[in-house]
């Protein structure tokens, strides 16, 4: 089938997109920088500035400080037009916070659940409740929000927004699209991804760790375990939206039974809910994730012995999990993130050296290992991006 030949609109178009995503990466930027960072012509830029301002997307200011001679006018995103909803999904908590155009997030609710299991018709629910009360208490129109982005822990078909499989919500070829355009306002997209690959995402567009064309595997670590993949431009998701199901491959055969229904995946040996339940015992299982974390870590900083094994084998098995993620991918960058990055300024440097003796044979042991630029909220950025998606060209 011959390709139908894209016309001047469409190219327009994607040129107007393009130069809203300059200015948002760059957040304030002349005229004449814009049309060098964008390759577009003086005219071009002009033109298309001048349409975005009219549809109240950008804003112009006078540069406060300049070489002799006229300063010139900063083009900046308009924040006060445009909202945009992220929601992250954890087992037995949700985070949900309105975002506008420039990035920026406005509030933030926290919302704890004693089922994980979630019913996903009440969940549409509550986040359209949530949202049309931030509305209510900050005067914000709900026609000014655009779009909804959500990250679940699980494999997601981002053409329908149908949830394949998430274990740890108990959910199974749930069409959460199906269900949001059912319930949602007509002029509101709805789109869901998986938290490891939003997380991602984060990084590539907020972050501080990816330079450019770097081949990065960012493992997110939280009741579950994930991984979302990037061989130097957008994420990897494979034939099914499967790629990056690390924490479901197989450590040891005869291990505990997983939620996925396996025995001995990674997940079972390195998630937080482990780490946790090593040192609290049975207690451990229902405590608050945050203050159980904070809690080990003052007693290993005082030198407790329990806590210092508990993240001693913590290290150990998240090691071993990453040289595996190594000899599969051979990435140049890993970002380990999630709740585990509380902790990684007392793991990470045992991480390195252990996947550097592992990988020592069979690799020239320059991968980079790292934090996550967003301590533990790269899952609820990146949605806000996935919801930013419908107004700016982030290639999902």
Known sequence: MVKKPRNLKHIKEDNKRTVLLSIWKEKAISRAELSRISRLN???VSNLVNELMQESLLKESLATTSEKGRKPIILSINNSQSFFFAVDIKVGLIYMALYDLAGERRNLITIKKENPHLNPEALIDDILYQLEGLCRQNGYDLRSVHSIGVSVPGMIDLSTNEVIFSPNLGWHHVELGEIAERKLPSWIRFQADNDANLALEAEIWKGDNIPPRTSTVFVS????????????????RGNTYGAGAFGHTI??????????????????YVSVQKLITDYYGEEGETKDIDRALSLIRLRFLDGDAKAKKVIHEE???LALGIANICLSLDPQ???VGGYIRRMWDLLGDSVTREVQRRLSACSKGNIKIVGSSFDGWENLEGAAILAMSVELPFQF
């Open 333 to 335: 960058l890993i970002i």
């Open 42 to 44: 003086k005219t071009t």
């Open 251 to 268: 450590v040891s055969a005869d291990g505990p039974v997983c939620s996925c229904g396996q025995r001995g995946c990674w997940e079972r």
């Open 221 to 236: 670590v939280n009741r579950g375990v994930g991984t979302g993949i990037s061989f130097g431009g957008g994420v990897y």
């Open 315 to 317: 290290a150990y098995w």
